[in-house]
T-cell receptor, first 114, second 112 residues
C-alpha cells in the first residue's frame, strides 16, 4: 500500500528566509508525486508534480521540488518566503493510472514571521 | 467558468439524519473524487468516478454512497449520519491523462 509521511507538522520561518518541507513516500512502482497548498478555508491548489524526467521540478509561486528515488523523498523548497506563503502544504502520491487515486501526507503548516 | 462548486458550505446534522453533498463541475473532466479531511490530517479518498455511470470505492467508503449520472455532477450521500463523519469534504476533478486534480472549496459538516 502506498503511504506518505510529512515529518514536520509545523514550521515557522521568517519572511525572506528559505523554506524546505520534507516528504517521504512508500510506493511499489514509479510514483506520481504532487505538492498541494491549502490556504485557510480554501480548497487545495496544485503547486507542482513529478512523473518522470528531470528530478528537479519547478512549480508555481516560486516553489521547486526534488525527487530522490534512493531516499524515497520529494522535498519542497522555496528560496525566499513571502508572508502570503503561510498555509498548509500537502505531499501526495498517486498511481497515475485511470482514476488517479491520491494518498496524502498529514500536511505541514507553515507560519511566516514578519 | 466556475470550476468545481460544492454546496452547502456548512451544515450541522443530527445523528441519524441523512443529507447529500453536491459537487458540480463545468470543466468537462471525466474523473471526479470525494475526499474527507479530518482536523490536522491529510485528505482521505472516499469514492471516485472515472466517468458517468462508473464509480468505485476509495480508502474510507463506509457510511457513504455516490452516483454519477452526468459528467458534471457527483453527489455524495450520507444515509445515517454519525459523529465520526464530522469532517470537511472536498470534491475534486481531473481531466483523464492529466493527473492534476482541481479541488472545490469544501463543505464543513458537523454531526452532533
Amino acid at each position: 500500500a502506498q503511504s506518505v509521511t510529512q515529518p514536520d507538522i509545523h514550521i515557522t520561518v521568517s519572511e525572506g528566509a528559505s523554506l524546505e518541507l520534507r516528504c517521504n513516500y512508500s510506493y511499489g512502482a514509479t510514483p506520481y508525486l504532487f505538492w498541494y497548498v491549502q490556504s485557510p478555508g480554501q480548497g487545495l491548489q496544485l503547486l507542482l508534480k513529478y512523473f518522470s524526467g528531470d528530478t528537479l521540478v519547478q512549480g508555481i509561486k516560486g516553489f521547486e521540488a526534488e525527487f530522490k528515488r534512493s531516499q524515497s523523498s520529494f522535498n519542497l523548497r522555496k528560496p525566499s518566503v513571502h508572508w502570503s506563503d503561510a498555509a498548509e502544504y500537502f505531499c501526495a502520491v498517486g498511481a497515475g493510472a485511470a482514476g488517479n487515486k491520491l494518498t496524502f501526507g498529514g500536511g505541514t503548516r507553515v507560519l511566516v514571521k514578519p | 467558468n466556475a470550476g468545481v462548486t460544492q454546496t452547502p458550505k456548512f451544515r450541522i446534522l443530527k445523528i441519524g439524519q441523512s443529507m447529500t453533498l453536491q459537487c458540480t463541475q463545468d470543466m468537462n473532466h471525466n474523473y471526479m473524487y470525494w475526499y474527507r479531511q479530518d482536523p490536522g490530517m491529510g485528505l482521505k479518498l472516499i469514492y471516485y468516478s472515472v466517468g458517468a455511470g462508473i464509480t468505485d470505492k476509495g480508502e474510507v467508503p463506509n457510511g457513504y454512497n455516490v452516483s454519477r449520472s452526468t459528467t458534471e455532477d457527483f453527489p455524495l450521500r450520507l444515509e445515517l449520519a454519525a459523529p465520526s463523519q464530522t469532517s470537511v469534504y472536498f470534491c475534486a476533478t481531473e481531466a483523464s491523462g492529466n493527473y492534476e486534480q482541481y479541488f472545490g472549496p469544501g463543505t464543513r459538516l458537523t454531526v452532533t
